[in-house]
């Protein structure tokens, strides 16, 4: 038996691989695992230079996955104003946020403050344009929603994006504007990749560096070890700026970056195909994003059929983006054109959030054998918005996180960070408590035991992305990517989950952080 570089001895070793589910010891050699086993084998692996760590009964878990991100807009959130709940509660606190903001940067300056929600604020609604010139009247400004699925400009920042009132909306998107004027109201929806893209400059490599440092200690912090990038305006540059800060150490966590629709001809040219890369950065799916934001579903189905096709000819991994129950049903309407024009079985093709699953559509994932990619925080920190704003007769569809699993499928666990925060123990608590921070329940009989909550976020977000051979389980061979928790999330009160601590990250046999 080789020699170990690192053994984690007196552990609960939770190893979520059923051949073997529970051990005392695990070592490491280089970035796999070599052994998972009991105190009787730790001489037959240790030598001079082994580091043996005494866990002293500390809960050991495979490194935690997080199979649904945004890591660009993630450091934009640690480089802007945060206007989230419980930091601001009316539109007088968002003004007070941006006011203090102007006071310390030159005129012309953009700024950007993010994840206000309007369900929280006194006013119930989103600022407006003329809510933000009262404070910035000369700074470009641009307040990003919680869901990033809308966003509010001021007038200088309009007229920088030339947005007016004879402006006329893109497909797919809204323009919002004031009944009697046709002005516009600042409030934007869909528009804010587009914003970011294209209006505002690009990050300065300083800012950059800056909140990816900021990132990368907060996925370590929060036992990610893996994070899987879904963002749908990923080019090929980001790509590059990825594998930059991989190499050169600042970025820890490994990473599955999906493409953009409108980009993946980027990656194509530049020579890389699905599942490119290695175990640092990998290529991934497709990300699309159809939306119902005109009230009808757009790309409509004949060319949602056809973009999906076309992904699905040129082997890469669907990821679509569906929340409401009728943009779900023109996903899986789309992958099942594609399936029948092309049928290839084992394709994990994924239904990005699937937040609401009537029955009959249900029935239609579980044979395609959808990957269904949903966020268990969401029940905690947006549950109360769901039971005041869905209409009863839907909510119970809402994260039917039971009946995928008990129907076969594949679900791996995710946050949409920088939506809610990325920890997993929250949503590991989500799945398994389904209750809003309000206290009050949402379809609790779609409750699953904290095991398989745990597996949704380690060996479940692995098959997500094509990668459960080599990570996802402490099994010996895959990479040693590790976390120490403070409690046994499968032996505490429910109620508990949510307060466990990670004490220890470890990524491919390295400790990168602890406590």
């Known amino acids: 038996m080789p020699v170990a570089n690192l053994i984690l001895k007196n552990a609960n070793i939770i190893t979520v691989d059923s051949r ?9 050699k280089g970035d796999r695992i070599l052994l998972v086993g009991s105190h009787d084998s730790l001489e037959s692996v240790s030598g001079a230079k082994t580091r043996v760590i005494d866990c002293q009964g500390k809960t050991i878990v495979p490194g935690f996955i997080d199979a649904h991100c945004h890591i660009f807009s993630f450091l934009r959130k640690l480089l802007s104003v945060d206007l989230s709940p419980p930091a601001v509660t009316c539109l007088g606190d968002i003004k007070a946020a941006i006011k203090h903001k102007v006071e310390n940067i030159p005129e012309g300056q953009w700024i950007t403050g993010t994840d206000y929600n309007d369900f929280y604020l006194a006013e119930k609604r989103h600022p407006t344009r003329w809510d933000i010139d009262e404070v910035a009247p000369n700074h470009p400004v641009v307040l990003s929603h919680r869901s990033l699925h809308a966003c509010v400009l001021n007038s200088m ?3 920088l994006a030339g947005i007016t009132r004879e402006t ?12 009697d004027s046709g002005e516009p109201s600042g409030l934007l929806l869909e528009m804010l990749g587009y914003i970011r893209e294209k209006v505002m400059p690009p990050i300065s490599e300083a800012e950059l560096t800056r909140g990816i440092t900021l990132a990368n200690q907060q996925y370590l912090s929060q036992g990610l070890t893996s994070v899987q ?6 080019d090929f540059n980001r790509w590059q700026t990825i594998r930059r800060f991989i190499d050169s150490g600042r970025l820890k966590s490994r990473v599955y970056m999906m493409a953009g629709v409108e980009t993946l001809n980027q990656f194509q040219e530049a020579g890389l195909a699905f599942g490119s890369g290695d175990n640092r950065l990998r290529l991934g799916g497709v990300k699309m994003v159809p939306n119902e934001t005109t009230g009808e579903l757009y790309p409509p189905q004949p060319e949602f059929n056809q973009i999906v096709l076309g992904v699905h000819q040129a082997g890469f991994q669907l990821a679509i983006h569906a929340v409401l129950h009728t943009t779900v049903e023109g996903a899986i309407t789309a992958l099942e054109y594609a399936q029948s024009q092309l049928p290839q079985a084992g394709r994990r093709h994924r239904i990005e959030h699937c937040a609401e699953c009537p029955p009959p559509l249900l029935e239609r994932l579980k044979k395609l054998r959808a990957v269904v990619v949903t966020q268990p925080p969401f029940i905690y920190y947006s549950g109360e918005r769901y039971l005041a704003l869905v209409p009863p007769e839907r909510q119970p569809w809402l994260y039917r996180i039971g009946s995928f699993l008990r129907n076969g499928l594949v679900v791996a666990g995710s946050s949409d960070s920088p939506i809610v925060s990325g920890n997993p123990l929250m949503g590991i608590y989500g799945a398994v408590a ?57 032996r505490v009160a429910t109620g508990q989950i949510k307060d466990i601590k990670i004490e220890m990250t470890i990524v491919g046999g390295e400790v990168v952080w602890e406590a």
């Open 168 to 179: 006329p909306e893109p497909p797919g998107v809204h323009i919002e504007r004031d009944l």
């Open 229 to 234: 990038d879904a963002t749908v305006v990923n």
């Open 157 to 159: 920042a309009l007229s």
């Open 434 to 490: 389904r209750q809003a921070e309000s206290g009050h329940l949402l379809l609790p009989e779609e409750s699953i035991p904290a095991s398989e909550a745990l597996a949704m976020y380690t060996i479940n977000a692995a098959c997500a992305s094509f990668e459960e051979e080599i990570k996802g389980s402490i099994t010996p061979g895959k990479l040693a990517d590790m976390v120490m928790l403070s409690d046994d999330p499968t």
């Open 20 to 28: 073997q589910p529970a051990a005392r010891l695990v070592a490491v």
